[in-house]
């Protein structure tokens, strides 16, 4: 089993849909999780951090259950400029960085 | 925020020859520094994990003799892809860590630019 799964997409959908990602984590001793957004052939970039209280970024929406070991992001009213490869990852201690395979988006006008 | 420069961005070689990247850290140090290879449609995989001064730490299965990466200043390390082969071809990106205030629970990655390496 990985250390961390997301759903394998890719996801299709129109401008202006809400679309939720998710993503597993089995290392309990996982610290830290993050969602990266990385687009064709280029460097991941971080989109936001996940907290256990949930935090908000704008239209992203980012959740972490520790007790489930389940992340997720949520997306609002899409745009075509959200297109990209989102990622969820991981650190434990000593920075071992983990990534997830990441989920395929498309946004279609 | 920090800047990671990573060169070249697309190399195109014969098979059997050697290929360096590099990643310089532009306005900071960089200890420690990461190596990640991408697969079409597939995740980053660390490769190794190099700390200025010292041996780099490779991941299972990755070969330290045919990955040699060198750490040797606070702003650069490089990866060099001995006697490459068509199977070598793949996105490689290097990342730095950043530790705010020196705490574990405060670090971020800044990612290199990416080099696409296509071996013939």
């Known amino acids: 089993r990985k250390e961390v799964e997301q759903d394998p997409g890719p996801f299709n959908v129109p401008e202006g849909a809400t679309v939720a990602f998710n993503c597993t984590y089995s290392?309990?001793?996982?610290?830290?999780f993050f969602w990266y957004r990385q687009d064709c052939r280029k460097e991941p970039k971080l989109l936001m951090s996940?907290?256990?209280s949930g935090n908000e970024d704008g239209r992203f929406t980012a959740q972490l259950n520790r007790a489930s070991q389940y992340i997720s992001l949520l997306i609002r009213d899409s745009k075509l400029s959200d297109s990209a490869t989102y990622l969820c990852?991981?650190?434990?201690?000593?920075?071992?960085?983990?990534f997830g395979a990441g989920t395929r988006l498309f946004v279609k006008a | 925020g920090a800047v990671v420069s990573q060169h070249p961005s697309r190399v195109i070689c014969k098979s059997g020859t050697s290929v360096k990247i590099e990643c310089r850290s532009l306005?900071?140090?960089?200890?420690?520094m990461f190596w990640y290879r991408q697969f079409p449609k597939q995740s980053l995989m660390l490769m190794a994990t190099?700390?200025?001064?010292?041996?780099?730490?490779?991941e299972q299965g990755v070969e330290k003799d045919k990955f040699l990466i060198n750490h040797a200043s606070l702003t650069l390390s490089t990866l060099t892809v001995t006697s490459a082969h068509p199977e070598d071809s793949s996105f490689y990106i290097c990342?730095?860590?950043?530790?705010?205030?020196?705490?574990?629970?405060?670090?971020?990655?800044?990612f290199g630019s990416g080099t696409q390496l296509s071996v013939l």
């Open positions: 990342s730095a860590r950043v530790l705010y205030g020196g705490a574990e629970d405060n670090e971020k990655l800044f």
């Open positions: 290392n309990s001793a996982s610290q830290s």
């Open positions: 996940v907290y256990s």
């Open positions: 990852v991981s650190h434990t201690g000593g920075f071992k960085t983990i």
């Open positions: 306005d900071f140090q960089a200890t420690t």
């Open positions: 190099s700390n200025e001064g010292s041996k780099a730490t490779y």
